[in-house]
């Protein structure tokens, strides 16, 4: 019975997850995420929580559900540091081309929404969206890219990707995505040749 009763809190929780993600947190209502996770407003209140507190668990969720994805592209990083950047942003692709999926980001989403956001909800979608440009930073670095360099790129980088999720709400096709996504990375390309070639200079 426990495992059941787990099995549908998931359920749940990715129903609300998507339904702040395809309407926004001030826009999406107790009712709207009655509908969407088939619970009444008593029964979401007594097992996910006020909206507040259902909103951080799934701004929560989402960020640990990619941010694995996110690890796992940029775990070569160390040797490969051009084709981990890049399997980086494939994930936001991939996540974007996905028809099943709302358009766009949470989590840049709820960044920009931060104005109508309560100061607790605030300060944590600032603190999720940094969790992205630290693993970029942590990424770049491990790639043996000079310090400044690698906080630098890894604000860059993570600019660019929460672009992609706007860009793709507007309509941007697959094309224009791509093409953002590769000036960044030849521009990153460039700034490892630059840098091996001052450190054999300096050497």
């Known amino acids: 019975m426990a495992g059941k009763k787990q099995f549908d809190m998931d359920t ?18 107790v009712d ?31 960020a640990a559900r990619y941010g694995e994805k996110y690890d796992a592209a940029l ?21 974007i ?3 099943e999926l709302p358009d766009g980001c949470l989590i840049t989403q709820s960044v920009m929404a931060i104005p109508g956001l309560s100061e607790a909800v605030a300060a944590h979608a600032r603190e999720t969206l940094g969790l ?24 860059h980088a993570a600019a660019v ?3 992609l999720a706007i860009m793709s709400r507007a309509g941007a ?7 953002v996504v590769g000036v960044t990375v030849d ?12 450190q054999a200079v300096s050497g």
């Not at 749940?12 to 209502?29: C, E, H, K, N, V």
């Not at 775990?75 to 996540?95: M, W």
């Not at 096709?173 to 093409?179: C, E, I, R, V």
């Open 32 to 62: 709207d995420l009655s509908r969407a996770t088939g619970l009444n407003r008593s029964s979401i209140y007594s097992s996910l929580g006020a909206k507040d507190t259902l909103f951080l668990r799934c701004l929560d969720r989402y």
């Open 132 to 155: 992205q440009r630290s693993r970029l930073r942590a990424a770049l670095k491990a790639g043996r890219l000079a310090d400044r360099e690698a906080e630098d790129f890894a604000e």
């Open 12 to 29: 749940a929780l990715d129903a609300a997850m998507i339904q702040f993600w395809r309407t926004g947190y001030a826009d999406t209502s």
């Open 187 to 198: 521009a990153l390309s460039h700034a490892l040749s630059a840098s091996g070639s001052a």
């Open 97 to 99: 081309a996905d028809p």
């Open 75 to 95: 775990s070569c990083a160390s040797t490969e540091l051009l084709t981990a950047v890049r399997a980086f942003f494939d994930v936001t692709l991939e996540r």
């Open 173 to 179: 096709s697959p094309a224009q995505l791509l093409a």
């Open 161 to 163: 990707n929460q672009s």
